[in-house]
């Protein structure tokens, strides 16, 4: 966990994807793959979940940056473009991961899959790459 008050995530791109979250997309976002697989699956609760996150992205907001990394790989960057070029790989040659991103580009994510391992992992792979380069500046 981060000891300062830099944030990892913003409201305006929580509020960008909350316009397709009926399909999750914010709440994979702000680190709630549960729930987030759950509005993939029933069109964000039938759409009313979908209407009641409008008001709870704030505090969703607050607790990610509590819980993730702050660091060189910018959460913001790397979830908007895994949100709309993620079959393309292009989030993962962001982050540095050259070898997958070129897969995912010749394989349109590994045929889906490996975008929705993304989805539920990403905050995490960006924290943990975050935290080594955190202690690699001596941080």
Known sequence: MRTDNSPTHSIVVGYLLWLVGFLGAHRFYYGRQISGTIYFF????????????????????????????????????????????????????????WLTGLLYLCTAGLFGIGWIYDLWTLNDQISLINGRRDQDDGR
């Open 42 to 97: 029933t069109l964000g609760l039938l759409f009313i979940g979908w209407i009641v996150d409008l008001f709870l992205i704030p505090k969703m907001n607050e607790e990610a940056d509590i819980r993730f990394n702050d660091g060189a790989i910018d959460f913001n960057v790397a979830w908007l473009l895994l949100a709309f070029v993620g079959l393309l790989g292009i989030h993962r040659m962001y982050m540095g991961k």
